[in-house]
């Protein structure tokens, strides 16, 4: 029997380069996200329902895992726990959305509901395609 080095067990290889750019393309979207809602926060607070000190909290969040993913997908080999962390957490992300939504925290407006539920259905593709990337990786 041939034991696993822990390099294997712990790393991913991405040979498909799937699982890194989504994890690109979440950072890149996340980012933008994060710093539009930094950014106008006040004039959006009007439009989408939440508080302004929501919205930058919000956004400085996701600045913030942005570059987190950022520094994930710049590895040579990516952290195979770092990526399953980026999975749950997107996972988490899109059931806390759609719960915000159903229970009526935040006094969303209809346009409000509308963003909420589609940056959900995003970050759902993002979880999914990073999924795939960790499945598909050696």
Same mark, same amino acid.
């Given at each position: 029997m041939t034991a696993l080095p822990l390099s294997r067990l712990t790393a991913v290889r991405d040979q498909g380069r *799937?699982?890194? #750019?989504?994890?690109?393309?979440?950072?890149?979207?996340? +980012?933008?996200?994060?710093? $539009?809602a930094v950014g106008a926060?006040?004039? *959006?607070?009007? #439009?989408?329902?939440?508080?302004?000190?929501?919205?930058? +909290?919000?956004?400085?969040? $996701?600045?913030?895992?942005?570059l987190a993913l950022v520094l994930v997908a710049a590895r040579p080999v990516i952290s195979r726990p770092a990526a399953w962390a980026v999975v749950v957490g997107n996972s988490?992300?899109?059931l806390g959305s759609v719960g915000a939504v159903v229970a009526g925290r935040e006094e969303l407006t209809t346009?409000?509901?509308?963003?909420v539920l589609a940056q959900a259905a995003a970050v759902a593709v993002f979880a999914d395609l990073q999924w795939l990337g960790l499945r598909r990786a050696r």
């Open positions: *799937l699982l890194r #750019l989504a994890l690109r393309l979440d950072a890149a979207a996340s +980012g933008a996200l994060g710093l $539009l926060a006040a004039p *959006l607070s009007g #439009l989408l329902g939440p508080s302004a000190g929501v919205l930058r +909290g919000t956004g400085a969040f $996701l600045v913030v895992y942005a988490a992300w899109v346009l409000g509901v509308a963003v």
